[in-house]
């Protein structure tokens, strides 16, 4: 997949959970400062204790969320990563590793820094993040 036009790009940032509900000017304004990059299966995507530059959205393939290098989670096209170290600017929490070759959209700290200014976008990054403490917190409960 390669996207060669912005168009494409709003096109296949609708479809990703976290922008889906987004007005077509804010993912217009995502479309515009995201490049897209692919990536060989085993390539390092984000890694733990490392400082966070950019947050990811994977077009295509799989990739695994490691910590310790014990796996923790699988992603798949749609998922998002990386955003947590962009809001508290503290290093990444796991790794991620591409399971297979990946495309992904890469958007910089200083452009999401920009982009969370937009409240509907804020909210929907607030979302995912709250939907994951969620379930990280029924996980803790399950082996407690």
Same mark, same amino acid.
Request: positive net charge; charged residues 30%; without cysteine.
């Given at each position: 997949m390669? &996207?060669?036009?912005?168009?494409?790009?709003?096109e296949t940032l609708r479809k990703v =959970? +976290?922008?889906?509900? $987004?007005? %077509?000017r804010a993912v217009g304004q995502i479309a515009s400062v995201a490049s897209e990059r692919t990536r060989k299966r085993g #390539? *390092? $995507?984000? %890694?733990?204790?490392a400082p966070g530059l950019e947050m990811f959205v994977l077009l295509e393939g /799989?990739?695994? *969320? %490691?910590?310790?290098?014990? =796996? &923790? !989670?699988r992603l798949g096209a749609g998922a998002c990563f990386g955003e947590m170290s962009l809001i508290d600017y503290e290093?990444?929490? @796991?790794? *991620? *590793? !591409?399971a297979t070759d990946v495309t992904l959209l890469v958007i910089h700290t200083r452009a999401f820094q920009r982009l +969370?200014?937009? =409240? #509907?976008l804020a909210n929907a990054v607030l979302r995912v993040l709250s939907r994951r403490l969620r379930a990280a917190s !029924? !996980? $803790? @409960? /399950?082996?407690?």
């Open positions: 390669f &996207l060669k036009r912005k168009s494409e790009k709003i =959970p +976290m922008f889906s509900e $987004l007005s %077509e #390539a *390092v $995507l984000a %890694e733990e204790g /799989k990739a695994q *969320v %490691e910590r310790g290098g014990q =796996p &923790l !989670a290093p990444r929490s @796991a790794s *991620v *590793v !591409a +969370m200014k937009e =409240p #509907a !029924a !996980a $803790l @409960a /399950k082996v407690n």
